[in-house]
DNA sequence: TAGATATTAGTAGTAGATACTAAAACATCT
DNA sequence: AGATGTTTTAGTATCTACTACTAATATCTA
């Protein structure tokens, strides 16, 4: 039995590093009624890096993200983009964003990557969405990773209609029809 | 001269800090030809923390982003809900949620919002979006709370037609119409 | 040149670890 | 029950990037 349990320990502990890496080996010692030394175990058998160095990680990535895409936060990766044309980005997807009974990514995720796409297109400072329509496909599973395509079919002032088209491998799963306005910036100059 | 020179390094500290916070003093004391010591008395006298916890709340802030765009299954606190007919939840908006150039809440916010009270208005283990139409009123700023207040206007077999209107006040500032489809637990009875 | 300000040096102590050795507990097989 | 292997715990030395503190030296200014 001593196998099993720690197996399962294991996974545990995996697991809850993922949803929440703020723990230190005290806490998560404390957490599943064994010695530090058995968390650290644990840690190196399964590869997993020490609270700093966790921390550092989440830190680092959260700064290349802000940093690379400091006007436009995007939900996902931005691979591809031309302004007032089209755009592609990519996504990820993991069980942090399914619902809890289920392994089906939740549509506000593929929204959220559909709408700021959409959003880092239009060439303003600031882009605000007025309407969309969109349709849910498919399913998507956690782990699948989501192609999102943006092309900008109207321009009219500020107004953009843009359409969304999101795949997974060569499926459709979304698509949306979305509305956005372009805003000047709203009281600096650039700085 | 001992004056300015402290002065302008201490700016160029602050500055520097905030534009890389991944820096040990080592590092800084080299780079501003100083001793370890003054940079941390720089330090001390700024109120500036070290390195690791800057890393810290770097890190923090980055996952708290993270998790206002996932882990719940419900975005927004859930203050009232009476499952096939009405519900009732609040989201308290922060300047997280508003893009790089702005104060105005970003839309998939406020869609993830009414997606979410949508699909747990459906008295079943999971509920999918189909489609939905959405608009978007009135811009929401940082700060301000979003009630959002869901009704199911039609039941037909799995498939349910959910309104929901989102208010600041008594300010509309999004309608969207929902298509969900209630699904059975889709292979492990809950657990 | 005295006095103030700024800078540097150095020590003790901290958290949260790594790296390592060794003992104890437990499980398993015969 | 005894030998063997796995798992868990204990404990020590060492590391980084510090804080908190004392004290000495360098530099500037009046």
Redesign the interface.
Known sequence: MAKLRKRQRQEALSELLE?N??LTDQELAARFGVSIQTIRLDRMELGLPEL?ER??Q??????GRVKSV????I?GDLIEINLDESALSVLDTDS??T??????V????I??QA??LA?ALVDA??A?????????LA?VYAGQRIVAKAKVTKIEGRKRLIKVRSYVGDKDVFVGDFTLFA?A??SEDKR
Chains 1, 2 share one sequence.
Do not use: C, W
Not at 58 to 63: F, L
Not at 129 to 136: F, R
């Open positions: 949803r890496p703020f700093r921390l550092k989440v830190a680092e990535q959260a700064y400091s006007s436009t936060d939900i942090s964003m619902f809890a009974a289920s392994e089906i939740r549509g506000h995720h929204f959220a709408n700021s959003a400072p600031v605000l969405t007025g309407s969309a329509q969109i349709k849910y399913p805003l910036n709203s």
